[in-house]
């Protein structure tokens, strides 16, 4: 597998600069959000939609272009608070399973 969309998001960012991006990044947020709110909407709830998976895209995109300018620690801490979040989501499932019994 190559980095090349790493490269890439690098370069992205580095030419337009962290101000702008950010601009970017919440129009894109912002573009999922209006995406998920129409499949739910159209009935759609249980499915993905194909304008959810182009805004997911851009929305990872962008996210990419900010990793590749964080410094080491708050590389490392991204990665601390994600599993952190995952870890605490999953006991909460675990004790709604123990609630149901």
Request: hydrophobic share 35%; glycine share 2%; charged share 35%.
């Amino acid at each position: 597998m190559t980095n090349l969309p790493i490269k890439k998001a690098e370069k992205i960012i580095k030419h337009y600069g962290t101000a702008h991006q950010k601009i970017k990044l919440c129009e894109e947020c912002a573009e999922l959000i209006q995406a998920v709110c129409k499949s739910l909407d159209n009935g759609s709830a249980d499915n993905i939609t194909e304008d959810m998976i182009e805004e997911m895209a851009d929305v990872q995109i962008m996210l990419m272009q900010f990793r590749r300018i964080l410094p080491n620690y708050w590389y490392d801490r991204l990665y601390e608070i994600q599993r952190q979040k995952l870890d605490r989501q999953l006991k909460r499932i675990e004790s709604e399973v123990h609630d149901d019994l």
